[in-house]
């Protein structure tokens, strides 16, 4: 009787480690760029701080560098629920919540305090209403800083020197329209592009310093910045609402927790590090116009913000009454 009992003891012993095993939760987070941008750090935050209040019970695979595609169609992945949550610029979210592009509307936020009293008041709350009806839950919102132009033939100071340059932007109708109003040739065009502008099938691009600093974009000869600061980049932690609102009240608790620092982390990452990064893009060479004129692309943008309609421009309308 001895053996078959310990034998007994012996698949109960695997059996529960089995399923040890195979009770933890897989989370899925997909980001488009390497380690070194806020996209993929917060990802990482988010993930260590669910598997140490969680341990055992989750494990989340951050996959970086667009292992999982672009952003897109990390979006549709999460719409489908193949992958469950992604730290997302806005641009490509327009095509799946439109009322989006109000954040995205030039010359809005003058200030990080600002973007900060609007993404965590009522607009905040309004927009994640928005993403529900995408099958979406927005858990935080963080940035990647405002937005500025550079470029490999000369240096910039007005809408005029855009004239003809081929700038890349997201893949987002406002962002298009920005850079027609201006004057220059958009490209809309999916992360990674240092190959592009290393070749010369574009002339430029626009992202925040820390976009710029990280990807290392004056090797690809990029030479001339322009600290235009014409749109705030937001970020968002986006995930497959089914799924967030499957799990056990008390660890869906922990992981809305989790991505809101992971988010507050994040916005602490850009803003410290910003004067650094700068400093450091000018000492690699590169020429920064530091006092642009601002009120001429206020001016040639201006159309944007009046071409918004709907809820959209309620939003808009909101945001402007909070920053004043």
């Keep these: 009787?001895?053996?078959?009992?310990?034998?007994?003891?012996?698949?109960?012993?695997?059996?529960?480690?089995?399923?040890?095993?195979?009770?933890?939760?897989?989370?899925n987070i997909?980001?488009?760029?390497?380690?070194?941008?806020?996209?993929?750090?917060?990802?990482?935050?988010?993930k260590e701080c669910v598997e140490k209040a969680l341990p055992g019970k989750y494990v989340v695979n951050v996959h970086h560098s667009a292992a999982l595609g672009s952003e897109t169609q990390v979006l549709q992945q999460?719409?489908?629920?193949?992958?469950?949550?992604?730290?997302?610029?806005?641009?490509?979210?327009?095509?799946?919540?439109?009322?989006?592009?109000?954040?995205e509307m030039p010359f809005v936020f003058p200030s990080y305090e600002a973007a900060d009293k609007v993404l965590d008041g009522a607009v905040g709350q309004e927009l994640g209403k928005k993403f529900e009806k995408s099958g979406f839950l927005a858990m935080a919102f963080l940035d990647n800083g405002f937005r500025n132009v550079t470029n490999s033939k000369h240096p910039v100071k007005t809408p005029a020197d855009l004239k003809t340059l081929k700038i890349r932007t997201m893949e987002a109708p406002t962002h298009l329209a920005i850079?027609?109003?201006?004057?220059?040739?958009?490209?809309?065009?999916?992360?990674?592009?240092?190959?592009?502008?290393?070749?010369?099938?574009?002339d430029g691009q626009e992202n925040p310093i820390a976009v710029i600093h990280a990807a290392k974009l004056i090797e690809a000869g990029q030479k001339y910045l322009t600290l235009t600061r014409h749109v705030y980049s937001a970020l968002v932690f986006v995930a497959n609402k089914a799924f967030i609102d499957g799990l056990p009240a008390a660890e869906r608790t922990v992981i809305l927790d989790c991505s809101k620092k992971a988010a507050l982390q994040g916005r602490s990452y850009i803003r410290d590090n910003e004067a650094k990064q700068l400093a450091e893009l000018k000492a690699a060479g590169m020429q920064v116009e530091e006092k642009p004129d601002l009120t001429a692309f206020r001016k040639a943008t201006a159309p944007v913000i009046e071409s918004a309609t709907g809820d959209t421009k309620k939003l808009v309308d909101q945001i402007q009454q909070v920053v004043k």
């Design 1 to 27: 009787m001895r053996n078959p009992i310990i034998a007994l003891l012996a698949i109960v012993c695997l059996a529960a480690m089995t399923g040890t095993v195979y009770a933890q939760t897989q989370i």
């Design 30 to 46: 997909a980001t488009v760029t390497n380690p070194d941008f806020v996209h993929t750090r917060s990802a990482v935050w988010f």
């Design 78 to 103: 999460i719409q489908l629920g193949t992958t469950q949550m992604s730290v997302c610029t806005t641009g490509p979210i327009e095509a799946f919540v439109p009322e989006i592009k109000a954040l």
């Design 179 to 202: 850079w027609r109003a201006i004057g220059a040739n958009p490209t809309p065009m999916a992360w990674p592009i240092f190959t592009q502008l290393q070749q010369g099938v574009i």
